[in-house]
Protein backbone atom coordinates (compact mmCIF):
# COMPACT_ATOMS: atom_id res chain seq x y z
CA UNK A 1 0.00 0.00 0.00
CA UNK A 2 2.80 2.41 0.66
CA UNK A 3 4.34 1.53 -2.64
CA UNK A 4 1.32 2.67 -4.82
CA UNK A 5 1.42 5.85 -2.19
CA UNK A 6 4.75 6.53 -3.79
CA UNK A 7 3.73 5.64 -6.90
CA UNK A 8 0.56 8.91 -7.04
CA UNK A 9 3.29 11.23 -4.92
CA UNK A 10 5.66 10.61 -7.97
CA UNK A 11 2.77 11.28 -10.54
CA UNK A 12 1.61 14.28 -8.82
CA UNK A 13 4.92 15.71 -9.19
CA UNK A 14 5.24 14.55 -12.44
CA UNK A 15 1.73 16.32 -13.49
CA UNK A 16 3.15 19.87 -11.26
CA UNK A 17 6.40 19.69 -13.12
CA UNK A 18 4.39 19.48 -16.96
CA UNK A 19 1.99 22.39 -15.41
CA UNK A 20 5.22 24.32 -14.17
CA UNK A 21 6.72 23.60 -17.97
CA UNK A 22 3.64 24.85 -19.58
CA UNK A 23 3.16 27.89 -17.41
CA UNK A 24 6.96 28.85 -17.78
CA UNK A 25 6.31 28.23 -22.21
CA UNK A 26 3.52 30.58 -21.47
CA UNK A 27 6.28 33.48 -20.41
CA UNK A 28 8.82 33.08 -22.33
CA UNK A 29 6.26 33.46 -25.63
CA UNK A 30 4.91 36.32 -24.21
CA UNK A 31 8.61 37.84 -23.00
CA UNK A 32 9.56 36.97 -26.96
CA UNK A 33 6.24 38.74 -28.08
CA UNK A 34 7.13 41.82 -26.25
CA UNK A 35 10.81 41.95 -26.96
CA UNK A 36 12.08 44.50 -29.56
CA UNK A 37 14.03 43.03 -32.40
CA UNK A 38 12.46 39.57 -32.28
CA UNK A 39 10.00 38.53 -34.08
CA UNK A 40 8.69 35.20 -32.88
CA UNK A 41 6.90 33.71 -35.35
CA UNK A 42 9.42 31.21 -36.51
CA UNK A 43 10.41 30.19 -33.28
CA UNK A 44 9.49 27.20 -31.17
CA UNK A 45 9.78 27.02 -27.59
CA UNK A 46 9.40 23.81 -25.14
CA UNK A 47 10.33 23.20 -21.72
CA UNK A 48 11.02 20.44 -19.89
CA UNK A 49 12.18 20.62 -16.14
CA UNK A 50 12.82 24.32 -16.77
CA UNK A 51 15.29 23.70 -19.47
CA UNK A 52 13.98 25.99 -22.40
CA UNK A 53 15.09 24.61 -25.55
CA UNK A 54 14.64 27.87 -28.80
CA UNK A 55 14.15 26.68 -32.33
CA UNK A 56 13.27 27.60 -35.76
CA UNK A 57 14.33 30.51 -37.58
CA UNK A 58 15.42 34.32 -37.41
CA UNK A 59 17.14 36.86 -39.72
CA UNK A 60 20.05 37.95 -38.15
CA UNK A 61 22.43 37.10 -35.38
CA UNK A 62 21.14 40.11 -33.32
CA UNK A 63 17.73 38.39 -33.49
CA UNK A 64 19.22 35.54 -32.68
CA UNK A 65 20.85 37.02 -29.49
CA UNK A 66 17.96 39.16 -28.38
CA UNK A 67 15.77 36.01 -28.47
CA UNK A 68 17.70 34.18 -26.47
CA UNK A 69 18.11 36.78 -24.27
CA UNK A 70 15.02 37.69 -23.47
CA UNK A 71 14.32 33.98 -22.81
CA UNK A 72 16.81 34.21 -20.02
CA UNK A 73 15.11 36.99 -18.55
CA UNK A 74 11.97 34.85 -17.27
CA UNK A 75 12.60 33.54 -13.88
CA UNK A 76 12.19 29.93 -13.19
CA UNK A 77 14.26 29.28 -16.63
CA UNK A 78 17.27 27.53 -15.63
CA UNK A 79 18.97 26.79 -18.86
CA UNK A 80 18.64 27.54 -22.51
CA UNK A 81 18.77 25.39 -25.33
CA UNK A 82 19.54 27.69 -28.58
CA UNK A 83 18.99 25.69 -31.52
CA UNK A 84 18.05 28.63 -33.75
CA UNK A 85 19.34 28.70 -37.03
CA UNK A 86 19.98 32.23 -38.84
CA UNK A 87 18.96 33.26 -42.34
CA UNK A 88 16.56 32.98 -45.32
CA UNK A 89 16.36 29.67 -45.42
CA UNK A 90 15.61 29.15 -41.83
CA UNK A 91 12.44 31.92 -41.45
CA UNK A 92 11.53 31.10 -45.41
CA UNK A 93 10.94 35.15 -45.45
CA UNK A 94 12.68 36.54 -48.97
CA UNK A 95 14.57 39.58 -48.75
Known sequence: MARDAAKGQAGQVTRDQHDRDHALTLRVRAELSRSPGVDDSHLRVS?????????????TP?????????AMRVPGIKAVSDQIVVGQAATGIEA
Open 47 to 59: VRGAILTLAGGVS
Open 62 to 70: AERAAAKNA
